[in-house]
């Protein structure tokens, strides 16, 4: 009896065509400052087909998004004290 091994996610470059909106999630990634260290995922799980191989990618961009969160966060919260203020 064989058993068949999955393959795992099929990982290829979308080109985005003229008449295609950009996907959301793509657009918050831009607007991250993180679209380097996330292409860099995408390069490396389309060369090697195995995310375990792409861990210092994935970790780099983990890191990135992270800190754009906690900056974020921050603008928030220095937003509502100002506001706060205000009033």
């Known amino acids: ?7 795992g996610h099929t990982w290829t470059q979308r080109v985005k065509k003229d008449d295609e909106e950009e996907d959301p999630l793509d657009q918050l990634i831009s607007r991250s400052g ?3 260290s996330h292409f860099a995922v995408q390069e490396c799980m ?6 375990r191989q792409c861990q210092p990618q994935v970790q780099a961009f983990k890191d990135c998004m992270s800190e754009q969160q ?3 966060q921050e603008e928030l919260q220095r937003r509502q004290e100002q506001a706060g203020a205000h009033h």
């Open 1 to 7: 009896m064989s058993t068949s091994v999955p393959q």
């Open 34 to 36: 993180c679209a380097a």
């Open 70 to 72: 906690a900056r974020r």
């Open 46 to 51: 389309a060369q090697h087909q195995d995310w």
